[in-house]
């Protein structure tokens, strides 16, 4: 058996590349195994890419690689039984505060490549027709039998076991770990189509009808569409096949436009099921995406909220196994992300259930859908919430125990374990420059906020503060001082955006979100936070 590494990736999809490339650049030693000989074919994955998930791309370097591929929705409409619809345009958010506004199609396929490519240079290969036969774990690591295509075995050990293996988990069935939900009793096809209806490209329709459910979301393509049925029956045969006469049909039935299927690229049939982990981390294994959580298509989360289950993780792992902060930090991960998962699969069951739902009562609620939803979309306070759930901007971690607010939280801008949002500042030399690319990459980030009207004494004491706090595990950018090396916020956006009054020192996570807030700057308690975070004496775990 080689030497121990420091984590072993089970699953090759876009959770376990998030999790294989985030550990590697951060210093540690991975390899990341899928059972499959080659990439599983794309039509019927994951397509939709939030917000949230395009700003750690943006992190990592490759956003701009993954717009190339990209269809940017226009807009989120619901049809009418007489073919006219509702539009709510999903292009802006600036109440959120984000340098990349809108939600996204891109293939998985597409998704994947553009992950998998960061791994050789981090030294990292994603090994394929490679399984998890078995492991064992003690207080030390993991043992893994790892088994290949031939049949031969090999012993791998490792600090960590991290299963990011799917909805099957073998990681999750080894720990014993529950996985508590069901199944959907409901007829479920796809196709991705090339279809000639005057419905417009690059925007999502939805159809509620009392034959069922129809859902088409733009795919990268002249007049692509990855078109969803949901129809409240019971299934024929599992797996199926669908012919394009049978999809027609269904189609015609809920989508109330005309239309003509040019090219059927891909058809096929399918279950959903809505299932929670019971626990998301067994001693030294962790599970993250499907192999956590899976739930119905609404509203394109579930790619996405595997992404941030690693991104999550991830640093977390790299700080306790170098020794920058205390064992406990991992406990967090699961007191974070399982109550997302959870949030989640119950609002996408509700939502599932009303849409979709059996009987006369579900037949009727579709029918009066379309008009309901048409007046809710023109409430602007259900345009906010619609879009803060799709883009994920919204997702947060109070109560979380890294989450620490010292004096009064702010009427408005992020509290402890909200999002940290984007704004611009300006340097000395006047250059505009977003505070996303202020806060550091890999690390912690300390905005000190100096006031919009702070005098020279003010601004002077931030810039000591800032020479006492900063170091290697910790970044500090002064905000409103620009001659004592910080950077000036002449239009007060930045301190509008944190929602900070006089003074405030605002602790940034690798993660994006916030850690410690203390309004106005205390300092004693500050270093008191700072402390129990950071810490060389804690030891690897």
């Known amino acids: ?49 939030q917000t949230r998930t395009m700003e750690i791309f943006r992190r990592m370097g490759i956003v701009d690689a993954a717009l190339e591929r990209a269809v ?3 807009g989120l409409n619901v049809l009418l039984s007489n073919g006219r619809r509702a539009r709510l345009p999903i292009f802006d958010f600036p109440e959120l505060s984000t340098p990349i506004p809108g939600i996204f199609t891109i293939q ?36 893994c039998a790892l088994r290949r295509a031939d049949g031969s075995i090999e012993e791998v050990r490792a600090r960590w076991l991290l299963g990011c293996d799917g909805a099957r988990s073998p990681v ?35 159809s509620p009808s009392r034959r069922g459910v129809a859902a088409a979301f733009p795919v990268p393509g002249s007049h692509r569409f990855r078109v969803i049925l949901i129809r409240p029956e019971a299934s024929p045969t599992h797996g199926a096949p669908v012919s394009l006469e049978e999809f027609e049909a269904a189609m015609r039935e809920m989508i109330p436009v005309p239309f003509t299927v040019e090219r059927a690229i891909v058809l096929s049939r399918y279950r959903l099921h809505h299932r929670v982990a019971t626990r998301l981390r067994k001693g030294r294994v962790f599970l993250a995406g499907d192999a956590a959580h899976i739930h119905s298509p609404a509203g394109g989360q ?73 007046r809710a979309l023109g409430i602007s306070a259900v345009q906010r919430r619609i879009l803060g759930f799709l883009s994920q901007l919204k997702i947060r971690y109070r109560k979380s125990p890294l989450s620490v607010q ?6 408005r801008g992020p509290r402890a374990g909200d999002r940290a949002p984007d704004a611009v500042v300006r340097s000395a030399a006047g250059e505009q420059v977003h505070l ?18 702070a005098d020279g004494g003010g601004r002077e004491r931030a810039r000591k503060l800032a020479a006492q ?19 000036a916020d002449p239009d007060g956006h930045a301190h509008a955006a944190y929602g900070v009054a006089s003074s405030a020192a605002v602790l940034v996570r690798p993660d994006g979100h916030v850690g410690v807030r203390s309004d106005p700057i205390d300092e004693g308690e500050l270093r008191r936070a700072l402390d129990r975070l950071f810490t060389r004496a804690a030891g690897a775990a």
């Open 436 to 453: 996303f690319d202020l806060m550091r990459d890999a690390g912690f980030t300390l905005l000190l906020f100096t006031g919009a009207h």
């Open 108 to 143: 998985q396929f597409d998704t994947e490549r553009l992950l998998a490519s960061r791994l050789p240079g981090l030294g990292v290969t994603l090994e394929r027709g490679v399984e998890l036969a078995s492991y064992t774990q003690d207080s030390a690591g993991v043992t």
């Open 72 to 74: 940017r929705v226009g």
């Open 302 to 374: 579930g790619m996405n909220t595997g992404i941030q289950d690693a991104y999550n993780l991830a640093w977390k792992l790299a700080a306790v196994a170098q020794g920058r902060m205390p064992p406990w930090l991992l406990d967090t991960y699961e007191a974070e992300r399982l109550p997302v998962a959870r949030r989640l699969v119950d609002f996408t069951d509700r939502l599932f259930g009303l849409m979709a739902g059996h009987g006369a009562v579900g037949r009727t609620l579709r029918a009066v859908a379309p008009r309901l939803m048409t």
């Open 469 to 487: 706090l900063g170091g290697p595990d910790l970044e500090v950018v002064i905000i409103g001082a620009p001659e004592a090396g910080g950077y």
């Open 172 to 206: 999750r069935k080894g720990a014993d770990i529950a996985f508590e939900g069901d199944t959907y009793d409901d007829h479920c096809m796809l196709g991705d189509l090339i279809v000639d209806w005057p419905l417009p490209d690059g925007d999502i329709y939805i």
């Open 1 to 49: 058996m080689a030497g121990a590494l420091d984590a072993l990736v089970v699953g090759g999809g876009p959770t376990g590349l998030t999790m294989a490339g985030e550990l590697a650049r951060r210093g540690l030693t991975v390899r990341i195994v899928d059972r499959a000989q080659e990439a599983p074919p794309d039509h019927s994955r994951a397509l939709a890419v």
């Open 406 to 411: 010292i004096g009064d939280p702010p009427e």
